[in-house]
């Protein structure tokens, strides 16, 4: 599984080069656009940011989920420059890439519950939240090219 920072270094170039235009596109709309995609991401390294910190340091963590929907609209993606909130979005991702780099190995057995889920693994929190931004990556793909 490629790391934060190699998903960040692969997806730079493509959406560096999406217009304002593109990355605006709304399909339908209650159907996010690029630039609601890529807010999202950045909010869910908001959130993920602070479950990182506080389950390397405590085991058996309960924290709060939050509204994916709510945090897109009062963010307010889809009325910000692309430019903006790339540069956002790639200076946030590089930091958490050195947060998760930094997650000393015994806490990555640690156990967090995010809202009403399951218990798991600091450790499983990390991977998800890559693959996390690889999905939405990918769904933003498909925005601005269909």
């Excluded at 599984?1 to 959406?15: D, F, H, K, W």
């Excluded at 929907?69 to 956002?88: D, F, N, T």
């Excluded at 991977?127 to 601005?144: G, K, P, S, T």
């Amino acid at each position: 599984m490629p790391t934060l920072s190699e998903v960040v270094n692969a997806a730079l170039p493509g959406l560096q080069a999406l217009t304002e235009a593109q990355a605006s596109r709304k399909p339908a709309p209650d159907v996010w656009s690029a630039k609601e995609i890529l807010g999202h991401l950045i909010d869910s390294g908001v959130n993920n940011h602070g479950r990182f910190v506080r389950a390397s340091v405590q085991d058996g963590l309960a924290l709060p989920g939050y509204d994916q929907k709510a945090w897109v609209r009062m963010g307010g993606w889809q009325e910000r420059p692309w430019s903006e909130i790339l540069a956002l979005w790639q200076a946030y991702q590089t930091h958490l890439a050195q947060a998760i780099a930094r997650l000393p190995p015994a806490s990555l057995a640690h156990t967090l519950r995010v809202g009403e889920g399951e218990p798991v693994t600091l450790g499983f929190v990390a991977e998800d939240y890559v693959e996390h931004q690889r999905h939405h990556l990918a769904q933003l793909w498909e925005r601005v090219s269909g």
